[in-house]
């Protein structure tokens, strides 16, 4: 006789004793080892749907004839939902079932943790009052204005800060917070999260940024304030060294008063299906959660992101602020004909900030420049004389090609970053260009994007390809960072090919039409320049739920709670991992821990070590790799092992053979 299916059991239980609302503990009950199940069947899940399970009449009969205790088969839902003015719009639904479930699947793991290893329980238990965290915080912020010069770039920080503070009072919901670069956004947001934390009994403080470089900077702000053991850092490239058993354990639910992490891992637990990956999730309700640069959410995914924070404000007490310099519009209805973006509703969106135009006006330490017009392309050699008449530049380019075909034209001595270098590999680069930066010694740099948004670098004079407005703003915010001069220089200019289709194409295009048509306006830099530049760049985009995620989740059909969990969770993927795999790489430490992964086999704690050795390739190239035999496959990782594999310039090679350099 074949084992019963508890879970199955359970669901159909729970929908025969409660009719149409009994299928929420349903998807609960047989989800809540294998993740939440799709209604429907989906031949690309590999699993069944709710609905199937549910006619397996077997496994419930032969749990009945166990005779199971009668004060848990008694027990009945009410015949509406406790939350009704919840399902008046379908929006809201599928969170609220993922919450309830991310309630059920921690206190399980939790359970079994406090009964199988006691010790490894109790290693979770801390106190944390952020009422004591504020009074370090007003510490260090007395310290750091004490010690300020009283210039009229402080005392416009200053102003931004008493603002954040004051304006903690507002009722919780959403807000933006427009800082011009250099504002002190990350201390400023920090203390109206602080504050209207302890005002409305928030639980903790979120804080979710696009690029793990600037995760790390920020995580090591506000772990000099509150301490190590305050602020919890969840990414991928997290060095182990900074882990505990604690902080590991904490990454699991989140349960700690800071949190630092990603928008992949912050938005894609919001829309996951997996347990370990749902967690988290009520740790984000009655929370204060801050969207760093905010420009950086995926148009492709920008509706059910905008949809899944309505929610979090309305049901769920959670406080979110958009944080920037360059606000996306986000509000009304944005886009042209069908392919429209059902932003939030007028008024809902606070500003923290008054009279954001007048603070850039005080903040602006650039001119930024056009090289020749909108339309005249420049080629690579051209650009390469410009930079050679400045002894410390940046220039920031579109692709990895971009940056190496720059590169080649530059003298010795450049420095060239992308991502085919490892995270440890551009850490150490970009730490040897600040110091060479405050030695006042030469110093140009060849970077893609990843050294734009939020990397705490000053480079008096900063290049940048044509792109979207915002990256320009970013890339801008590189130079005369500290105000060193009255004014940097920034130059835009027209590289030999266009960006890549999509997107990046879009943004430029829209960028380009904003300086034919506002070309003093879209020189300045001002918040009213990005309101334009945004309404363009959003009318010619083809959507903003690419994935058809709102359907699965918020159609008609979740009236009666049937909701396609796992396909949606399949769809929403901020980065597109499937096409990408890992290759670790052998620079500086990472040997030994090959060392470990061939002798030792795979870990948790060893897998998050050598992230900070991978770069990220695709499918494709990884097969090339692997044909031409410069890669091996180490217990399901990739590992270099050739030399001519990883450049100590350039980083990995995807074209290596293992006789390139012969």
């Not at 090609?401 to 551009?426: F, I, K, W």
Request: aromatic share 8%; net charge negative; hydrophobic share 40%.
């Amino acid at each position: 006789m074949s084992k019963i299916d508890h879970s199955a059991a359970g669901a159909r239980y729970a929908v025969q004793k409660n009719e149409g609302i009994g299928r929420i503990l349903a998807y609960l009950i047989a989800g809540h080892h294998t993740g939440l199940p799709d209604w429907y069947y989906e031949s690309g899940t590999g699993k069944k749907s709710l609905e199937e399970r549910l006619k397996e009449i077997e496994h419930l009969q032969r749990a009945l004839d166990g005779n199971p205790p009668e004060d848990i088969l008694g027990t009945s839902l009410p015949k509406s939902a406790p939350c009704q003015s919840m399902f008046e719009c379908t929006e809201p639904v599928h969170l609220w079932i993922r919450m309830l479930y991310s309630c059920l699947v921690d206190a399980d793991f939790l359970d079994t943790e406090a009964f199988m290893n006691q010790e490894k329980s109790d290693t979770r238990k801390r106190d944390y009052d952020l009422a004591e965290l504020k009074e370090k915080f007003d510490q260090f912020m007395a310290e750091k204005l004490t010690g300020a010069d009283d210039t009229p770039i402080n005392c416009a920080r200053k102003s931004i800060l008493d603002s954040c503070r004051k304006q903690a009072a507002l009722a919780p919901g959403l807000f933006s917070l427009t800082v011009p670069t250099g504002g002190g956004k990350t201390l400023s947001s920090m203390a109206f999260a602080l504050e209207h934390a302890i005002r409305y009994g928030k639980k903790r403080i979120i804080i979710a940024i696009p690029y793990t470089s600037i995760i790390e900077q920020t995580a090591a702000i506000y772990r000099g304030i509150f301490g190590d053991d305050a602020v919890l850092e969840h990414h991928s490239n997290l060095d182990s060294k900074r882990e505990t058993l604690t902080s590991k354990l904490a990454t699991e639910n989140w349960d700690a008063p800071i949190i630092v992490t990603t928008n992949v891992q912050f938005f894609e637990s919001l829309f996951a299906a997996k347990s370990s990956a749902c967690r988290k999730l009520h740790n984000i309700v009655n929370s204060v959660v801050i969207l760093d640069e905010a420009q950086m959410l995926p148009t492709d995914y920008l509706q059910p992101i905008v949809s899944v924070i309505k929610v979090l404000t309305e049901y769920f007490k959670t406080s979110i602020v958009l944080c920037t310099a360059t606000q996306p519009v986000l509000t009304g209805k944005v886009g042209s004909g069908t392919d429209v973006l059902k932003g939030f509703n007028e008024g809902s969106v606070r500003e923290l900030i008054h009279s954001p135009e007048e603070l850039f006006k005080i903040f602006q330490r650039v001119k930024v420049h056009i090289l020749g017009d909108a339309d005249e392309r420049y080629e690579w050699v051209q650009i390469a004389e410009e930079l050679g008449k400045y002894q410390q530049a940046l220039c920031i380019v579109n692709t990895r090609n971009d940056c190496r075909d720059l590169y080649a034209q530059m003298p010795e001595g450049t420095v060239h970053l992308s991502a085919l270098m490892c995270p440890e590999h551009r850490s150490n680069v970009i730490a040897s260009v600040k110091l060479k930066l405050q030695e006042n010694l030469p110093v140009r740099v060849i970077s893609t994007q990843l050294l734009e948004a939020g990397v705490d670098i000053d480079f008096p004079v900063v290049f940048r390809a044509f792109s979207g407005l915002e990256s320009i703003a970013q890339a801008a915010g590189r130079c005369n960072r500290e105000g060193k001069a009255e004014y940097g220089n920034v130059f835009v200019f027209n590289p030999p090919k266009p960006s890549p289709r999509g997107r990046l194409l879009k943004a430029e295009n829209a960028a380009k039409e904003m300086f034919r048509l506002y070309p003093e306006l879209s020189l300045s830099l001002l918040p009213e320049a990005f309101k334009e530049y945004f309404i363009c760049y959003f009318n010619g985009l083809n959507g903003f739920d690419q994935h058809d995620i709102m359907d699965l989740l918020a159609g008609t059909d979740a009236r009666e709670f049937k909701i396609q969990f796992r396909t949606a969770a399949q769809r929403f993927k901020l980065i597109n991992d499937a096409q990408q795999q890992g290759v670790v790489v052998r620079y500086m430490g990472s040997n030994r821990l090959i060392d470990d992964l061939r002798f030792g086999g795979v870990s948790r704690g060893l897998i998050r070590r050598l992230q900070r050795f991978s770069v990220n390739v695709y499918d494709q190239d990884i097969r090339q790799l692997r044909d031409n035999g410069v890669i091996e496959n180490i217990a399901g990782v990739w590992v270099q092992t050739v030399e001519s594999l990883y450049d100590p310039v350039f980083g990995l090679d995807v074209k290596a053979t293992p006789n390139f350099y012969c």
